[in-house]
C-alpha cells in the first residue's frame, strides 16, 4: 500500500503492559489503537534485541534411570516469553533466568542480572515472564521490584532500577522453593511461568515433571510477602479430609504428587481472589494410585479452576473441568477475567480454555456456570488397577468448539499408499471419541496431550466482548504397557505404576499427521451468546515440510493472541516463521512478516507517551516440538515515524 495515504494518529490512548496477560486478571487486551486494520501493512520493524541465550537440542541426557527407560534429553531452549513494561521500561526473562531491562522504544539494554542456573540439569528451559510490584511506601531503593522464578525453583525479587537483587527478600533478595517438598532432581521441580502478585504479596506455583515418577514433589502454591520473603500461606492441594502433616521440628511437609499450577494465575484484586489453574494428579495416564475414588483422593481439584482467598489461600470455590484425568488434560490456560452483562446485571466472568476444545464460561465470585454444563456418559473399560468417571463435564455453550472424534476412515495422506498406512494404524487402535481412556493395545487420543488449546489462549476483547483462541488438530496415540516389557529408552517411564506409556503422533510413513487438515487454527466466540463467530486456519506447512508442501493451511501451534482495540489480533504460535494479523471481527488475515524462526510465544503491545508510536513486541526462539531453530529474537515493530 501507499504510505501517503495513512497517516498515524497521535491522538489515541497510550497503554501500558505491566503483567504478563496484560492486566492481573489477563486477557492480552491493549487499548492502544494507532495500529488499524487500514494501516497495519505498513507495519516495520522497529528494533530488535538479542539476548544470546539459547541451545540446540543435546545429545547429553541428565538422569541415570535405573530401569533405563526414560531418559531426560537436554531439548533445545525456548523463548516463551512476553515482556512487560513498567515505568517506561520493558522487562523479560531468558531461558536460561536471566533477566534483561531495555528501553522499550529503542530496544536498548539497560541492565541484565544472571542468577546462575545450570542448565545442564534441566531437560526444559523455559521462561514465560517475570512480573512487577510498586511499593507505595516509596522506600529509596527497591521501590519497584521486578519477581522473577527460575528453572531451579528459586524466587527471586530485583530492583526494577538497577536490576539487583532486593536484599531485604529472603536471603539476599532470593528464596529456595525445595523446604517442604522431597529431595528431587533440579529438572523435577521448576517455576516456568510469571508468578501472581495481589496486595503485598507474590503468589507462585510450579511446574512438576510429568509421566516420570509417582513420587514427584508437591504441587503446592504459596504465597510470600514481596518485601520480606516470609511464607504468608500455602495452598497443598489435598482433598478437604486430608491435613498437612509437619516433620519432627513442626515445619511443613507437602505430599508428594498432588496437581501443579504449572500455568499462569489470575488475580481479582477488587474481590480478593487468585484463581489457580491446576494439572491433573501424577501419573497423568494412570491413576489407579491417586487415594482411591475422586471423591476423596487426590484428584479432587485436579484439572480444575480453583479459586482461592488472597488474604489465607483457602479454596473458595472450585470447578472440575475433567473427573479423574487419565489423558494429560491438565488446566493449560490462564483463567481470564472478563465482565458480561446477563439479564440487564454486569456479572464478572471468567473464560477458562481447556485442552479438549471445551471453553468453560464461569461466574468468578461463585464459580456458577453462565450457560448450563451436562454431565455426558463417557467410554469406560480402563486398563488393570485403573478406575475412571462414568461421566464428564461438557459445556452447552459455547458448544466444544472443534470435532473430538476421528474415524479410521476419515484418514488423510498425500497419496493412496500414506493414506491407507494411516486407516491401518488408526483402525488398529481403541477409539470411542473423546475420553477413550488410554488402553494397551492403544488408544487414538484425539485431541492429544498437547490439546486444542494450551497455555497461549485466550485473548478477550472486552469491547466487542470477543475471545480469541489458537488451536491444535493433531492425533497422538497413547499404548499403557505392562512394565515387565518397558525395555526401550523412547518410551515413558510411570514409575512406581504397573505401566510404562508409548505417547506419539499418529503420523503416516512421510510424518505428516493422519488426520486431514489444518492442524491449527484460530477461532473467535461471542461471549454474550455463546455462538462461535469464525473459525480460520493458523499458519501453514512451509518451514516444517519439504517444498512444495507448502501450500497446506493450518500448522500445529504453540503460543497465544493479542488483540487491540482497533479490532486485530496478532498473533506467532505457528510452526512456519511468521507473525501474523487477523480481524477480530471476521477472522481475515491482513498483514503477516518474516521471522528469523517460529515465534512461540505470546506477543504484547504498548504505547507510553501521547507522541509517541505504538510497539507489538514478539519473541522468536524456536520450539523443540516444531524442530525449527532455537534463537533468542525479541523483535519490535511500529509503524512507520512520520518525516
Not at 182 to 208: F, M, Q, R, Y
Not at 284 to 305: F, I, K, N
Not at 499 to 515: E, H, I, K, M, Q
Amino acid at each position: 500500500g501507499c504510505s501517503q495515504d495513512v497517516t498515524v494518529d497521535y491522538d489515541g490512548p497510550t497503554a501500558g503492559w505491566n503483567s504478563y496477560g496484560s492486566s492481573p486478571g489477563g486477557g492480552h487486551y491493549t487499548a492502544a489503537n494507532q495500529i488499524t486494520p487500514e494501516n497495519v501493512h505498513l507495519l516495520e520493524q522497529a528494533w530488535v534485541y538479542r539476548s544470546g541465550d539459547f541451545r540446540e537440542a543435546s545429545k547429553g541426557k541428565i538422569n541415570d534411570n535405573p530401569e533405563g527407560i526414560g531418559e531426560l534429553p537436554l531439548l533445545a531452549s525456548g523463548l516463551q516469553v512476553t515482556a512487560i513494561v513498567e515505568n517506561d521500561t520493558l522487562y523479560f526473562c531468558t531461558p536460561f533466568n536471566r533477566v534483561i531491562a531495555l528501553d522499550p522504544e529503542t530496544g536498548e539494554e539497560q541492565w541484565t542480572y544472571d542468577p546462575k542456573v545450570d542448565i545442564d540439569k534441566e531437560t526444559h528451559t523455559t521462561c514465560r515472564g517475570v512480573s512487577s510490584w510498586i511499593d507505595k511506601r516509596a522506600p529509596k531503593t527497591c521501590a519497584h521490584r521486578i519477581v522473577t522464578g527460575t528453572i531451579d525453583g528459586r524466587l527471586i525479587v530485583l530492583d526494577g532500577k538497577t536490576g539487583l537483587p532486593c536484599k531485604d527478600f529472603g536471603e539476599q533478595g532470593a528464596l529456595s522453593l525445595k523446604s517442604g517438598l522431597k529431595s528431587h532432581a533440579e529438572t523435577e521441580h521448576s517455576i516456568n511461568s510469571p508468578p501472581a502478585i495481589i496486595g503485598d504479596l507474590i503468589v507462585t506455583g510450579a511446574t512438576v515433571i510429568d509421566n516420570y515418577n509417582i513420587d514427584v514433589p508437591s504441587g503446592v502454591v504459596r504465597a510470600y510477602d514481596i518485601r520480606t520473603g516470609e511464607l504468608v500461606w500455602d495452598w497443598d492441594p489435598l482433598p478437604p479430609s486430608k491435613q498437612f502433616s509437619s516433620d519432627k521440628q513442626g515445619k511443613r511437609k507437602y505430599r508428594n504428587g498432588t496437581v501443579n499450577v504449572w500455568s499462569i494465575t489470575s488475580v481479582d484484586e477488587e474481590r480478593g481472589l487468585v484463581f489457580v489453574p491446576t494439572g491433573n494428579s501424577s501419573l497423568d495416564y494412570y491413576g489407579g494410585d491417586r487415594d482411591g475414588q475422586s471423591s476423596d483422593g487426590l484428584d479432587y481439584y485436579a484439572s480444575s479452576v480453583v479459586a482461592l482467598n488472597a488474604k489465607t489461600g483457602e479454596v473458595v470455590w472450585h470447578f472440575q473441568m475433567v473427573h479423574h484425568d487419565v489423558w494429560d488434560y491438565d488446566t493449560p490456560s490462564q483463567p481470564t477475567l472478563y465482565d458480561i452483562i446477563i439479564d440487564g446485571k454486569t456479572v464478572p466472568a471468567l473464560a477458562q480454555p481447556t485442552k479438549m476444545g471445551h471453553l468453560f464460561l464461569l461466574n468468578r465470585e461463585t464459580g456458577e456456570p453462565l450457560f448450563p454444563v451436562e454431565e455426558r456418559p463417557v467410554p469406560q473399560n480402563p486398563v488393570a488397577g485403573d478406575y475412571l468417571s462414568p461421566t464428564q463435564p461438557f459445556p452447552t455453550k459455547p458448544a466444544p468448539l472443534y470435532e473430538t472424534t476421528l474415524s479410521a476412515d476419515k484418514a488423510w495422506g498425500f497419496t493412496p499408499w500414506d493414506r491407507g498406512v494411516c486407516e491401518e494404524k488408526m483402525k488398529a487402535l481403541r477409539h470411542e471419541g473423546i475420553f477413550t481412556p488410554p488402553s494397551l493395545e492403544g488408544t487414538l487420543n484425539f485431541p492429544g496431550p498437547s490439546g486444542t488449546n494450551n497455555w497461549g489462549a485466550p485473548a478477550i476483547d472486552p469491547v466487542r466482548k470477543i475471545a480469541i483462541l489458537n488451536a491444535n488438530h493433531l492425533p497422538w496415540k497413547v499404548q499403557l504397557i505392562p512394565r515387565e516389557q518397558c525395555k526401550q529408552s523412547s518410551l515413558t517411564p510411570l514409575l512406581g505404576s504397573p505401566y510404562c506409556v508409548d505417547v506419539s503422533l499418529v503420523a503416516s510413513p512421510l510424518g505428516v499427521p493422519c488426520s486431514a487438515p489444518p492442524w491449527g487454527s484460530l477461532a473467535a466466540v461471542d461471549l454474550k451468546t455463546g455462538e462461535k463467530l469464525w473459525d480460520v486456519p493458523l499458519g501453514s506447512t512451509r518451514d516444517v515440510a519439504p517444498f512444495p508442501i507448502w501450500f497446506i493451511d493450518g500448522s500445529p501451534n504453540v503460543g497465544g493472541p493479542l488483540v487491540t482495540q482497533s479490532g486485530l489480533t496478532f498473533i506467532g504460535a505457528t510452526a512456519d516463521y511468521y507473525l501474523r494479523a487477523f480481524n477480530t471481527e471476521t477472522g481475515e488475515e491482513v498483514w503477516k512478516t518474516r521471522l528469523p524462526t517460529s515465534a512461540n510465544a505470546t506477543p504484547m503491545s504498548y504505547r507510553l507517551k501521547k507522541n509517541s508510536r505504538q510497539y507489538i513486541v514478539i519473541a522468536a526462539g524456536g520450539h523443540w516440538g516444531f524442530l525449527s531453530p532455537a534463537g533468542d529474537y525479541l523483535i519490535a515493530y511500529a509503524l512507520p515515524e512520520l518525516k
